[in-house]
């Protein structure tokens, strides 16, 4: 068997075979609110760094901020030095550019497998889950699946504009769920799929969702959560590269129009032992039961995840399928836990609440945290929304209230980890705060 550094400058150089106009790769990684930081290298210094030279870069670009600035976090970020941290290219994840003007490749870099990785690192975060979750017996099977809007390329003094239908040019403003739609925007979408395709992710439907210029794209399932979550992260970049070439401005924003329906991060998961049983499924279901109850009891604890930001507070009990309060149902889209319809093998939870510009690996992660613990703690769950619909419980609705709600939540803290818990929280806040500092032209209108 090849060593590790081995197959990894097989790849890098199979790459420049492949592409030999390629001169530069991006190194990327995601950051806490889900936005790529890294750096362009030159292809030679990657067979460099794929046979074992360093690579390393600053620690605290993980704590950026929504707008890439920096916030004092205990002793991070302005008592610490800006020490650099090593990181580890993805096996598996260089991959042409081709949305840009040159040609280009990129491929992602993580901290975690290193000697030292960055505890608030959101794909660390994920690993650290899994690992515990594989050395239980517990092998989660996922897929996700994620909303998004076309706009045009051109904003109206700096609002969204509805996407140009490109046959009559006229404004898509019009919510449908109608399969020309898909027809009428297929240069892009096809784009789109065959892009992430050549990303190496496994597009399957395609759906024209019910909001002007709104569209889902679904993944196949994997046996590995870091590449699910991967794809996830990866299809956002390339989309809204491929919107831009195409005159488009693609957003995974949770709320763009408060009268139309808000884009969702749907994520389904079941859970296997080694011998490829579905844990769920076992003694009448009576695990799926235990599942959920850890699900809901977690929910309001997790909402600075499923909801990173202000906007995305907005989209929670809007027009469509956004739920009001932690529930759960039975083929019920109204509901943040359902359980779709299938046979025994593949029973799973559909998660859906989170927001489309959630970071996917932190999502992923609090959804397995609740199925464990609900495993653990054996409870039963409220009734499902199918039985009563005023079923549910509260959770927090604005970020303030959210993140205390998660700082001190001591299963968060034991299973997601007190460092990232702390540091997560303290960048929540302060990225709500610094959003509060700006005096919209409505405060003038209302009260000048």
């Known amino acids: 068997m090849k060593s590790h550094a081995a197959t990894l400058l097989a790849e890098v150089r199979t790459f420049r075979q492949n592409h030999p106009d390629v001169r530069y790769v991006d190194l990327i990684a995601l950051d806490i609110p889900g936005h790529f930081y890294g750096k362009r290298y030159p292809i030679e210094m ?24 920096l916030f004092k976090i205990g002793d991070y970020c302005f008592n610490d030095g800006d020490p650099d941290a090593n990181r580890r290219l993805v096996p598996g994840t260089l991959k042409p550019v081709n949305w840009e003007s040159q040609p280009l490749g990129q491929m992602l870099i993580t901290s975690d497998g290193t000697d030292a990785p960055i505890e608030f690192e959101p794909r660390e975060v994920l690993a650290k889950v899994l690992e515990r979750l594989h050395h239980k017996g517990i092998h989660p099977v996922m897929a996700f699946e994620l909303e998004f809007y076309l706009f045009d390329k051109k904003l109206d003094n700096g609002l969204p504009q509805f996407a140009r239908d490109p046959l009559s040019d006229d404004a898509d403003d019009q919510p449908n769920l109608h399969i020309e739609r898909l027809s009428r925007f297929n240069d892009v979408l096809d784009d789109m799929a065959q892009t992430a395709k050549d990303q190496g992710i496994d597009i399957t439907v395609i759906t024209a969702e019910l909001g002007p210029g709104q569209f889902e794209i679904n993944f196949g399932h994997l046996d590995d959560g870091l590449r699910a979550a991967d794809w996830a992260a990866l299809f956002c970049r390339s989309t809204r590269g491929v919107a831009l070439k195409h005159g488009y401005r693609a957003s995974f924003m949770a709320k763009p129009y408060l009268q139309f329906p808000g884009s969702g991060m749907h994520v389904h998961v079941s859970l296997y032992d080694g011998a490829g049983n579905n844990l769920l499924a076992a003694h009448q279901q009576q695990p799926l039961r235990h599942a959920v109850a850890g699900c809901l009891e977690l929910l309001p604890h997790c909402m600075p995840i499923f909801s990173p930001n202000h906007n995305a507070f907005r989209r929670l009990g809007g027009t469509v399928n956004a739920a009001t309060r932690a529930c ?12 779709p319809e299938s046979d025994p093998r593949n029973l799973r939870i559909e998660h859906r609440l989170a927001s489309a510009d959630a970071n996917p690996y932190l999502v992923l992660a609090a959804i397995l945290v609740g199925l464990e613990h609900g495993l653990e703690a054996k409870q039963e769950p409220i009734a499902p ?7 549910g419980t509260d959770f927090p609705v604005e970020m303030l209230d959210a993140v205390r709600a998660m700082q001190h939540q001591p299963v968060l803290r034991d299973k997601l980890g007190a460092e990232f818990v702390d540091v997560y929280c303290e960048n929540k806040r302060q990225d709500h705060l610094a959003f509060q500092q700006e005096i919209h032209a409505r405060e003038y209108r209302w009260f000048l």
Do not use: H
């Not at 760094?49 to 901020?65: E, W």
């Not at 019920?332 to 359902?338: E, F, K, N, P, S």
């Open 46 to 69: 990657l067979e460099k760094v794929a046979s074992g030279s360093p690579l390393k870069l600053p620690q605290n670009a993980v704590l950026l901020g929504a707008q890439g600035g």
């Open 385 to 391: 929304l199918n039985e009563d619909r005023a079923s």
């Open 328 to 339: 759960w149902g039975f083929e019920d889209r109204d509901a943040c836990v359902r359980i």
